[in-house]
C-alpha cells in the first residue's frame, strides 16, 4: 500500500467539537496514528444532531474523526491522569482544546510538559487565548465570528449582521493548527525539541478579515456590508439569471472587456465609468444596474459556461447538493465512501504519498485495549482499569 506523508507519526488527540478534530483528521488522513481520548460521557458531537448514522452517532461527528483509534480515560480520576503522561511518552504531537489552566489543574501545566516530554509538540486550541482581558473564556465559532468582526462584515448593505453559513473560525482554525504542527515538526528535525502551537480562534477571525482588515488600516474607516459584492472589485457579485442567481468576478480589464462582449454591449468596456476598474467601484451602483438588465436574459448555466470559456470566473450559486454531487468536486474525489461511511475527501492532494480514509470514526473506547496494550499495560492491568471506570471500552464496562 502506498506510504503516506506522516506515516510514523503519533498524535494524542484530546480535543472535540471542530477545530480539534478537524486538524487530527487531516494528520490521520496523511498517515500520523491519532488517538482519540474521549471523556467517560464522549464527545458532545456525537449527539450533535439530527442527523444521526445508523449506530445513533452525528453527523457532525462522523464527519471529522475517521481513521483514528479511540479510547475512553477519565481525566478527572488520579489513575486517568497516569495514564495519559504514559500515553504522552510515546506520541509526537497533543492536541488539545480543554478550558485555560485545566492540564495545569490536573498536574501538566506547560513547564512540566516541555520538562518531561522535550520532544513533545503541544498544540493549544483556544477561544481567546489563555491571556490577555478575555484570555481563559469560552469561545465557539459564531462568538469569534461576533467578536472578531467578520459577523459584521456578511450579510446585505441593508440588512444586519449575519454569521457565515459555515463553522468557518473553527475550520480555519483547524487548518491553521494542522499547518502549525507541521511547521513545528520541521524545526524538530534541527532543534531535536517540541514547541507549543498556540491557536485561537480569535486570532483566525482577525487574520480573516482580509481587504476589509486591510482598508480600515490604510483609512480608518470602517467598510459597509456588500452583501455578495467586492468592496475593491467590480462586478464581483450574484447576478439574477432567468432560473437563479449567477456569481460573476470580473477581476481585471481584460475580463471585463470579455463579459460585456459575451453580453452583446462590448460598448460597456469604453464608457468612461467603467474603462477600470477603479472606475468600476466608483459607479458600482450604475454597472450592478446595467449589466443585471442584460444578465437577467440568460440561463444561468448557459452564460456561466460562455463566460468560463472567454476566462471570466462565474458560477451558478449552487445548493449543498448541487456543489457536493458536482462533476467536478466528484472528480477530484471530494467525496469519499468506505463501509457504510460516506464523508468528504481530502483536500490537500499529494502526488507521491497520497492521504486517504482508511477506517470509519470508531466507536467510543473501541480501541482501548489495544491502545492500552501498546503502551505496556498488561491485561490484568487493563482489567482492573475498566472495573474501576478510570477507563471504558466499548460493550460492557469491563469488556
Known sequence: MTARALDGLR??????VLAGPYCTQMLSDHGAEVI???????????????????????AYFTNLNRNKKNIVLDLAADAGRDILARLLGDADVLVENF???????????????????????HCRITGFGTEGPLGGLPGYDAVLQAYGGLMYVSG??????????VPLVDSVTGLFAFSGILLALRERETSGLGQLVDCALLDTAISLLHPHSASWLATGVVPPRAGSAHPSIAPYQNFETRDGPLFIGAGNDRQFAALVDVLGAPELAEDPRFVTNTDR??????LRGVLGARIACWAGEELGTRLLARGVPAAPVHTVAEAMDSPQARHREMIVELDGYRGVGIPVKLGRTPGRATSPPHAAGE?????????????????DALRAGTVRASGSPTS
Open 11 to 16: 498524535v494524542l488527540d484530546l480535543s472535540r
Open 36 to 58: 482519540k481520548v474521549e471523556p467517560p460521557g464522549g464527545d458532545e458531537t456525537r449527539g450533535w444532531g439530527p442527523p444521526f448514522a445508523v449506530d445513533g452517532t452525528s
Open 99 to 121: 478550558k485555560a489552566g485545566t492540564l495545569a489543574k490536573w498536574g501538566f501545566p506547560d513547564e512540566v510538559v516541555r520538562a518531561r516530554w522535550p520532544r513533545l509538540i
Open 156 to 165: 446585505e448593505a441593508e440588512g444586519p449582521p449575519v454569521r457565515v453559513g
Open 281 to 286: 467601484v466608483h459607479h458600482a451602483d450604475e
Open 367 to 383: 480501541d482501548t485495549r489495544e491502545v492500552l496494550t501498546s503502551a505496556g499495560y498488561r491485561e490484568t492491568e487493563i482489567d
